[in-house]
Antibody, heavy 120, light 110 residues
Framework: EVQLVESGGGLVQPGGSLRLSCAAS????????MHWVRQAPGKGLVWVSR????????SYADSVKGRFTISRDNAKNTLYLQMNSLRGEDTAVYYC?????????????WGQGTLVTVSS | QSVLTQPPSASGTPGQRVTISCSGS????????VNWYQQFPGTAPKLLIY???QRPSGVPDRFSGSKSGTSASLAISGLQSEDEADYYC???????????FGGGTKVTVL
């Protein structure tokens, strides 16, 4: 069974940093591109970032470019999101998602999400 | 302001057919496939339709998707009370080099 388990969320002050982790199991992690998608409280889904299967190619939403860094450790079956210079508008539930074979926004598997709250 | 445009709400009585539209542009829907997600409060989204009109295993055939040009739509036929949820369309945007979602449509069963 495919499992994606996020961790690392919490309360952080504006300007602070946080690193999210996503532990993957039940599939060959190194074979799949992975993404982060977020959802602010009461709002819609927003794509954040994508990384290819070996970690050599990444892309980001304009709203986080230069502040967030996606990475992965295929030996540990873990996806990361390093978030720096956090702002109030970054407050959201962050989901780790696995890209499906049918294309880059085909997310057949989602984690349960981890809440990041940016507030003083 | 979402890149893909969906109506904020839709409703119907049990048994009715409800359609949700998703409007985009040549850089997203016009050149890539559309996926649809269903989300219940407090839970992660679930893939409902992929590649414009394909249903993952386990999704009832009451749900169907279509795409034409730079627009797509999700139809729910034989609406049931358990279909009350938020629905999102998504596509890759070649100009942004990123994923884009619609703002979501809340479906209410009257």
């Amino acid at each position: 069974e495919v499992q994606l388990v996020e961790s690392g969320g919490g309360l952080v002050q504006p300007g602070g940093s946080l690193r999210l982790s996503c532990a993957a199991s039940g599939f060959t992690f190194k074979s799949y591109w992975m993404h982060w998608v977020r959802q602010a409280p009461g709002k819609g889904l927003v794509w954040v970032s994508r990384i290819d299967s070996d970690g050599s190619r990444t892309s980001y939403a304009d709203s986080v470019k230069g502040r967030f860094t996606i990475s992965r450790d295929n030996a540990k079956n873990t996806l990361y999101l390093q978030m720096n210079s956090l702002r109030g508008e970054d407050t959201a539930v962050y989901y780790c998602v696995r890209e499906g074979r049918a294309g880059p926004t085909t997310y057949g598997h989602w984690g349960q999400g981890t809440l990041v709250t940016v507030s003083s | 302001q979402s890149v893909l445009t969906q109506p904020p709400s839709a409703s119907g009585t049990p048994g009715q057919r409800v359609t949700i539209s998703c409007s985009g542009s040549s850089s997203n829907i016009g050149s890539n496939t559309v996926n649809w997600y269903q989300q219940f409060p407090g839970t992660a989204p679930k893939l409902l339709i992929y590649s414009n009109d394909q249903r993952p295993s386990g999704v009832p055939d009451r749900f169907s998707g279509s795409k034409s040009g730079t627009s797509a739509s999700l139809a729910i036929s034989g609406l049931q009370s358990e279909d009350e949820a938020d629905y999102y369309c998504a596509a890759w945007d070649d100009s942004l080099s990123g994923g884009v979602f619609g703002g979501g449509t809340k479906v209410t069963v009257l």
